[in-house]
């Protein structure tokens, strides 16, 4: 095979494991459901507790907006949450869910609207 061959189908490869997604790394973004919104919902107070110390409450209600999710020993979900209020907040919250469907919070940024999800 000459060189180009091998470059033409590195690409292709590249291309096929990026739209299906490789265990591991993060999924394509997808607009949040009921089901990342009774994750959130499950797991507020855990997001509130780890929310940095200069937010102070009241809160609102937390909306899942998008999320992306990693595969691994169970599934991390990283969801974008806006957080309802006089002054509306963006959070990208990190929750894990295991092989036996217990979920908890492992991280929380408060972040911009339109910063996109990555890993954090």
């Known amino acids: 095979m000459n060189a180009l061959t091998i470059v033409t189908l590195g690409l292709i490869l590249a291309v096929v494991a990026e739209s299906r997604g490789i265990t591991g ?6 607009f949040a459901g009921p089901g990342e919104q009774a994750l959130v919902q499950t797991n507020r107070n855990a997001i ?3 929310l940095p110390s200069f937010m102070s409450g009241p809160f609102g209600p937390l909306k899942a907006l998008v999320y992306r ?3 691994v020993k169970g599934t991390n979900y990283f969801i ?3 957080m309802m209020g006089v002054q509306p907040r963006f959070l990208h919250v990190k929750i894990y869910t295991g092989l036996n469907n217990r979920s908890h919070v492992k991280d929380v940024e408060v972040r911009a609207q339109y910063d996109p999800i990555e890993f954090f």
């Not at 790394?25 to 997808?30: R, T």
Request: net charge positive; proline share 7%.
């Open 69 to 71: 999710k990693q595969v």
């Open 80 to 82: 974008k949450v806006k």
């Open 48 to 50: 509130l507790r780890k």
């Open 25 to 30: 790394g993060l999924g394509p973004q997808q």
